[in-house]
């Protein structure tokens, strides 16, 4: 068959490319830009802020971290504090491994010696609460004592004429118009009220103790070097319904007294102020015998 003899296709398929390229597709239309937002009257529009995301946020607020001096030093304090719990559970843990694994012979050993430990701390507390009960008491003494003595002090010191007294007791007074009355007669007043259980004496200003002494003056009295002058007036502390009776006695004091024509007169009162006083006087020779 000739070329000419070939049909019109197959001339057509021979004169046609294999692959025919393939059209490039129109490129879609651009998007119309938005209009900007018009803002208020005189102002420009404003652009649009670029949008974060939450996680971006959360990455933000974590890092870089931000740690204060507060939060430092409550992190070192949890620290320790658990370092010390891990210690202590640790060694805990050893002691009962360790006690775990001994022997019986070994465990009844060690309750032995908490045993005695036991013991000697109890006998230990209760030395110490003895000792504690003696000082107590011994302070309580040592207190007693020092009140003792400060109260016999003082009881010293009304009888030896250095602190002054008050008390109930009686006034005696004596008129010696004619100056009959004498240093004797005076003296045995001193000792009859003494007798009667006088505590405190004094006689016109001048304190009458266990040394005193009485001397005639002229027509007037001296007591321990001290002139003193009629009217003659005592007082005395004491129980008044023992002393007034003592000087009232047959023959006694006040009877002497008005037959040398004295005037005597007696009181009795419940608050009685002895106030004058006397120089301690340092013995010479004699010294306490107590050691």
Do not use: C, H
């Not at 057509?12 to 208020?40: F, H, I, T, W």
């Not at 007693?144 to 010293?156: D, S, V």
């Amino acid at each position: 068959m000739s070329d000419q003899d070939e049909q019109p296709e197959n001339r057509l398929r021979k004169e046609l490319p294999d692959e025919v390229p393939a059209r490039p597709a129109p490129a879609p239309a651009p998007a119309p830009a938005p209009e900007p937002v018009p803002g208020p009257e005189g102002t420009a529009p404003e652009s649009a802020a670029p949008q974060v995301t939450g996680r971006q946020r959360l990455i933000d607020g974590l890092w870089p971290p931000r740690v204060t001096r507060a939060q430092l030093i409550v992190a070192l304090l949890l620290f320790g504090l658990g370092f010390g719990l891990a210690v202590q559970v640790a060694s805990n843990s050893d002691s009962d491994s360790a006690l775990r694994g001994a022997r019986q012979e070994d465990l009844v050993r060690i309750l032995d010696e908490l045993d005695d430990r036991t013991q000697r701390l109890e006998d230990e507390k209760q030395g110490l609460e003895k000792q504690r009960q003696e000082l107590q008491s011994s302070s309580d003494q040592a207190a007693e004592a020092r009140r003792q003595t400060a109260e016999k002090a003082k009881q010293l010191g009304v009888l030896a004429g250095t602190v002054a007294a008050r008390g109930p007791g009686i006034t005696m007074t004596i008129e010696d118009t004619k100056g009959t009355v004498k240093s004797d007669m005076l003296l045995d007043a001193i000792q009859e009220l003494r007798a009667a259980g006088a505590e405190a004496i004094q006689v016109n200003g001048a304190r009458v103790v266990a040394s005193s002494y009485f001397t005639d003056s002229g027509k007037s009295v001296s007591v321990d070097g001290n002139k003193i002058n009629a009217p003659y007036r005592f007082l005395v502390i004491g129980k008044p319904q023992d002393l007034e009776p003592a000087l009232n006695i047959p023959g006694g004091v006040v009877q002497t007294l008005e037959k040398e024509q004295a005037t005597v007169t007696v009181e009795q009162s419940d608050k009685i102020v002895v106030d004058a006083l006397r120089q301690a006087k340092q013995p010479d020779y004699a010294r306490s015998s107590s050691q």
